[in-house]
């Protein structure tokens, strides 16, 4: 009995030895997988010949080339991102993602790369007030579907929310007067409406300050620690600044109030 139990104890500390961590996979690939929207701008989106570009792919290739390795992306609805994320199909999500407590029990997290709030988005000609969720009681939200807005959304009582795909489906009908008011990240109203050429126009702040970072699957310590090491070299080095000052025109690493 003693035998077995010494066996088996063995048995599972070879197990754990031998376990790959994320960085290891990774190097021995050759790739970084890279999962985002494509459809948030400035973040990640398509230019005019289709090719990837923004905020998020510009960062994916420079976290990719200090990890030693290629960036592969892949694209795809919002609301599939972190499931995928979850069953193993990439290595990590560049979206924007909201750390939170809730997340945190089912992914690890990199250090913050951003930093934003929630703000409203309205119609350009818009004469009602709408400065917090409160004053959106029975009219209608428009979010992103399985977004941090969404969950804010749907926690204020009797505001109707709907959710879209991505950004473009909700300015649209936002501009068709389908919808209210639109919520998501403040970093990405001026660029979204400026592109869209849609009679719309940013609106009031609501809610705190919110860090975003890159998620994986638990239990990676040495990926962890690799990228963490990678954005703080970035961020020291003035890479990450760059790249931020050229979509954005400020360092989003910086809390709103510094910037």
Same mark, same amino acid.
């Given at each position: 009995m003693k035998k077995s139990i010494f066996l088996l104890a063995a048995l599972l500390l070879s197990t754990q030895a031998t376990a790959a961590d994320l960085l290891d996979t990774v190097k021995s690939r050759g790739s970084l997988k890279i999962a985002l929207e494509g459809t948030y701008p400035p973040f990640n989106f398509k230019d005019k010949n289709q090719q990837l570009t923004g905020f998020e792919v510009e960062f994916g290739r420079a976290l990719a080339q200090r990890l030693g390795v290629k960036p592969e992306f892949v694209t795809g609805e919002w609301s599939g991102l972190l499931a995928g994320l979850q069953a193993g %199909?990439?290595?990590? !999500?560049?979206?924007?993602?909201?750390?939170? &407590?809730?997340? +945190?029990? =089912?992914?690890?997290?990199? /250090?913050?790369?951003?930093?934003?709030?929630?703000?409203?988005?309205?119609?350009?000609?818009?004469?009602?007030?709408?400065?917090?969720?409160?004053?959106?009681?029975? %009219?209608?939200?428009? !979010?992103?579907?399985?977004?941090?807005?969404? &969950?804010?959304? +749907?926690? =204020?009582?009797?505001?109707? /929310?709907?959710?879209?795909p991505g950004a473009p489906e909700y300015l649209q009908d936002l501009a068709a007067g389908r919808v209210d008011a639109a919520l998501n990240d403040s970093l990405m109203i001026p660029f979204s409406i400026r592109e869209s050429k849609l009679p719309v126009k940013a609106g009031a702040a609501v809610g705190g300050v919110t860090q975003m970072g890159v998620p994986f699957a638990r239990g990676n310590p040495k990926f962890k620690a690799a990228v963490d090491k990678a954005i703080r070299a970035m961020q020291a080095d003035g890479s990450f600044r760059k790249i931020s000052v050229k979509w954005f025109g400020i360092d989003v690493s910086q809390a709103p109030g510094a910037k």
């Open positions: %199909k990439f290595d990590v !999500v560049l979206n924007q993602v909201s750390i939170t &407590d809730k997340r +945190k029990e =089912v992914f690890d997290f990199s /250090v913050p790369y951003t930093v934003s709030s929630a703000q409203l988005i309205v119609r350009k000609n818009e004469t009602r007030s709408f400065k917090n969720l409160e004053d959106l009681k029975g %009219k209608k939200l428009g !979010v992103g579907q399985g977004s941090n807005y969404a &969950d804010m959304a +749907k926690a =204020v009582p009797g505001v109707e /929310v709907k959710t879209y």
